[in-house]
């Protein structure tokens, strides 16, 4: 996410209120509660709340219309005073939130919701990531990890609403594993490395590269923490030969996704 990225978001905001005014340029109440109720993304609106508000408190007048020009001074306020201070970091420095509350009163409530909102369009959820994934995945396969087989992939998607990054503990727990059955067992749990720079070099020569990359491109454009988990205790004679192997990372609201295949250990 960049500077840009948030006055993007900012212009785009600006418009969608114009827009749901009058002919005599101004927003009524009335004009904005109706924009809200209409609105589906709860980022979104809870940001046009704010700034709503945020208007109220910068003019500072009572009986104050919300013309085209209110709407305008606002986020040129918010563009010269308040954006200079941001740092863009996943998590905002305590030194940033001080800064920016200092520039007005209502600045900070203001800029972490332009934030909020800003991740929402730029990133897709987990389960958007999967549903994508799912239709790129004929005719793709996984061989990696010494497996004895090249084995088809499918998406994969799962409601984990983890509040940390991903462990070999929360995987368990999000999929109910137990750890102590060698079936279940992790036997492998290893960042990303060149996995996926494998995966698609595997596929060139069969002309299917750019299929694969486009997964691997929603992967790391929209998950953190991938990782590569292969389940099932090896040199175990109780446990078969196809390895349950997931290639999955969070999404920005704690869920998993990526694919899901196997590796061939005999």
């Given at each position: 996410m960049t500077l840009r990225n948030l006055m993007e978001q900012l212009d785009q905001l600006a418009e969608t209120l114009k827009s749901a005014g009058g002919k005599d340029k101004q927003l009524s109440r009335k004009d904005f509660r109706a924009l809200i109720d209409a609105t589906h993304s709860p980022a979104q609106a809870h940001?046009?709340?704010?700034?709503?508000?945020?208007?109220?408190?910068?003019?500072?007048?009572?009986?104050?219309?919300?013309?085209?020009?209110?709407?305008?001074?606002?986020?040129?306020?918010?563009?010269?005073?308040?954006?200079p201070e941001f740092e863009i970091a996943e998590v905002f420095s305590t030194r940033t939130e001080q800064t920016i509350a200092q520039v007005h009163p209502s600045a900070w409530p203001m800029?972490?919701?332009?934030?909020?909102?800003?991740?929402?369009?730029?990133?897709?959820?987990?389960?958007?990531?999967?549903?994508?994934?799912?239709?790129?995945?004929?005719?793709?396969?996984?061989?990696?990890?010494?497996?004895?087989?090249?084995?088809?992939?499918e998406a994969f998607y799962l409601d984990a609403n983890m509040e940390e990054l991903l462990t070999e503990a929360s995987?368990?727990?999000?999929?109910?594993?137990?750890?102590?059955?060698?079936?279940?067992?992790?036997?492998?749990?290893?960042e990303i490395g060149d996995t996926l720079d494998v995966f698609v070099e595997q596929h060139v020569r069969f002309g299917r590269d750019q299929q694969a990359a486009s997964i691997v491109q929603l992967m790391e454009e929209?998950?953190?923490?991938?990782?590569?988990?292969?389940?099932?205790?090896?040199?175990?004679?109780?446990?078969?030969?196809?390895?349950?192997?997931?290639?999955?990372?969070?999404g920005k609201n704690g869920d998993l996704a990526g694919f899901k295949t196997q590796v061939i250990w005999t």
């Open positions: 940001l046009m709340e704010i700034f709503y508000s945020f208007l109220w408190k910068l003019e500072a007048r009572p009986r104050m219309r919300v013309t085209h020009e209110v709407i305008d001074n606002g986020v040129a306020f918010i563009k010269e005073q308040i954006l800029a972490n919701q332009l934030v909020r909102a800003t991740e929402e369009d730029l990133y897709l959820t987990a389960k958007q990531v999967a549903g994508r994934i799912s239709k790129l995945t004929e005719g793709l396969f996984f061989d990696d990890f010494g497996s004895e087989g090249s084995e088809k992939i995987f368990a727990s999000a999929l109910n594993l137990n750890l102590d059955n060698p079936l279940e067992k992790i036997e492998r749990f290893v929209n998950l953190l923490d991938i990782r590569v988990i292969i389940l099932g205790e090896d040199y175990n004679p109780a446990v078969p030969a196809d390895h349950p192997t997931y290639v999955v990372g969070l």
